[in-house]
């Protein structure tokens, strides 16, 4: 059965910092992996997704690495801004159909 | 382009009563499935329509029950509402036609049972 940690929980940083969230699976069989972020309250926003033949995707301050072999993925966010508080989640799916095993969520505070 | 919208966004149920929730899926969009956040929790998978049909389901009681529509919207009903049902309720569309299976979620109703 999969399963999917992130580690911590959570993070508070100091404007301007990088901030990296670590996401790790326990089936490296995954077809694809995502980002998202979830403001309080709202629904989830899609960062970065990751097909299981790529080892990262890169969106303007967002990069995203994947190690299936380790059952591993980072997330990096540069130069952090306040406006980047939220909760990050991380999740895999095993098939082509979609299914998500999610995170709990990394919950970030930045400070300005 | 509207991406996925959800109605409504607020729900207030007495627990034992029955609640029907709305999914309109992204343009172009065929695949609908359905997830539930609890506080502080990651959204859990409840199941998925395609061409009408269920076609995977999580681990949730035959209270939870759903149907898709030849438009590709969905509804998810819960019957014999608990208080443990009280969550954040997730749509997310995607589509085969689409090669990367990339899925995009609504805003979510917040559905809270006393």
């Known amino acids: 059965k999969q399963e999917v940690t992130q580690i911590p929980a959570a993070l508070s940083v100091p404007e301007g910092e990088n901030l990296v969230l670590n996401c790790s699976f326990t089936?490296?069989?995954?077809?694809?992996l995502q980002w998202f972020r979830q403001d309080p309250g709202k629904g989830l926003t899609s960062l970065l997704l990751?097909?299981?033949?790529?080892r990262e995707q890169t969106s303007g301050r967002l990069n995203a690495s994947l190690d299936k072999s380790s059952g591993r993925s980072t997330l990096y966010i540069a130069a952090s801004q306040p406006g980047d508080s939220a909760t990050y989640l991380c999740?895999?799916?095993?098939?082509?159909?979609?299914?998500?095993?999610f995170g709990a969520g990394t919950q970030v505070v930045v400070t300005p | 382009d509207a991406g996925v919208t959800q109605s409504p966004t607020h729900l207030i149920k007495t627990r034992g009563q029955q609640v029907t929730l709305r999914c309109s899926p992204k343009?172009?969009?065929?695949?609908v499935s359905w997830y539930q956040q609890a506080l502080g929790q990651g959204p859990q998978f409840i199941f998925q329509?395609?061409?009408?049909?269920?076609?995977q389901r999580g681990n949730f009681p035959d209270r939870f029950s759903g149907h898709q529509f030849p438009n590709y919207s969905s509804e998810l009903n819960v019957n014999a509402l608990l208080l443990g049902d009280s969550a954040l309720y997730l749509c997310?569309?995607?589509?085969?036609?689409?090669?990367?299976?990339?899925?995009?979620f609504g805003p979510g109703t917040r559905l809270t049972v006393t």
């Open positions: 089936d490296s069989a995954i077809y694809n």
């Open positions: 999740a895999v799916t095993t098939d082509s159909w979609g299914k998500f095993q």
């Open positions: 329509y395609y061409e009408e049909e269920e076609r």
């Open positions: 990751i097909q299981s033949s790529q």
């Open positions: 997310a569309s995607s589509s085969p036609s689409e090669s990367s299976y990339e899925q995009y």
């Open positions: 343009s172009g969009h065929d695949t």
